[in-house]
């Protein structure tokens, strides 16, 4: 396969890119905070378990 030269290459981005779908500001506000509130639980669930495992360590080898 031939490659194409750097015009022809960026006539072929720009035209694949039209084709592109992009999201509206809203579905994109929707998503960026749907990920910052599971980062959020996702961060207190790992605190809390790890907590709980180094309260049952220090327990089981008496480091207290």
């Known amino acids: ?3 194409p030269n750097p015009i022809q290459f960026l006539q072929q ?3 694949e890119v039209s084709k592109v779908t992009w999201p ?3 579905e994109v506000l929707i ?3 749907m990920v910052v509130v599971l980062v959020i639980l996702a961060s207190m669930f790992f605190l809390l378990a790890d907590q709980v495992i180094s309260w049952l ?3 089981m080898l008496s480091i207290r």
């Open 1 to 3: 396969m031939a490659r």
């Open 13 to 15: 981005v720009r035209s």
């Open 24 to 26: 509206s500001r809203n």
């Open 31 to 33: 998503s960026s905070i």
């Open 57 to 59: 360590v220090s327990l």
